[in-house]
């Protein structure tokens, strides 16, 4: 079977990592990666101090690497906007990620979710404009990305209620966790934090629960054309 496009759509650089990297793990066979990243800049962390663009960059590399993926980088991506997106016009925003699906044309787009995070929400609201009606180009099927800080959110916007799930295995939770702490050290979170290894396992398996498995991970359905 010849293999579709599925584009990822994130504001940082980690985003993905925590939300799907199980679904892209056990579904190599189906598909195409493609990676569109907004934003990437030096960062100071709370539990790791400076963290350099540079550094970012190398991480984010290995992990399209890990899964064999296409980073779509332009001469404006990613934008050296992390935390400031909202000093962007959000025209460009929309216009780099209408570009990269004309390009790409995946069957199959996978983007941000709206949270707290200003970042987020704008990658997000881009997103969706990006795939209108009237767009060059849409995809059969796209998902929002859950993240476990969305928990933080408030109201209809962001109450996250995924209608699909990913189931996995311990041996792909494993492998999930092992992706993360390869490919993104300078982004784990220490013991009882959302981001900690402890925290993505916990948050699995909550989403397992509901989901009758034993770990999953939660999307929400945007629109599948069947």
């Known amino acids: 079977m010849e293999k579709e496009n599925l584009l990822v759509i994130e504001a940082h650089s980690d985003d993905s990592a925590i939300s799907i990297s199980g679904l892209l793990d056990k579904n190599r066979h ?3 990666y493609h990676f569109l990243l907004l934003t990437l800049s030096d960062v100071m962390m709370h539990h790791a101090g400076l963290v350099t663009r540079k550094q970012r960059e190398s991480e984010y590399e290995n992990y399209v690497r890990h899964f064999e993926g ?11 906007a992390d935390g400031t997106l909202d000093q962007v016009p959000k025209r460009t925003l929309v216009s780099l990620i209408e570009n990269t699906i004309a390009e790409v044309k995946p069957a199959i787009l ?9 970042d987020h929400m704008l990658v997000y609201e881009a997103a969706i404009a990006a795939t209108r009606p009237t767009a060059r180009f ?3 099927e796209m998902y929002i990305m859950e993240n476990p800080t969305y928990v933080h959110s408030s109201g209809p916007q962001t109450d996250f209620k995924p209608d699909t799930y990913v189931s996995l295995t311990e041996a792909e939770m494993t492998r999930k966790l092992d992706c993360f702490r390869q490919c993104f050290p300078s982004q784990i979170r220490h013991h009882e934090n959302y981001l900690s ?10 989403r397992g629960i509901e989901a009758r498995c034993q770990y999953a991970e939660a999307l929400r359905t945007f629109i599948r054309v069947i």
């Open 30 to 32: 189906r598909y195409h």
């Open 110 to 118: 996978l983007c941000q979710g709206p949270s707290f995070h200003h």
């Open 70 to 80: 296409t980073w779509h980088r332009h001469p404006q991506l990613p934008l050296d």
């Open 197 to 206: 290894e402890e925290g993505i396992r916990s948050w699995s398996r909550y």
């Open 138 to 140: 849409f995809p059969r």
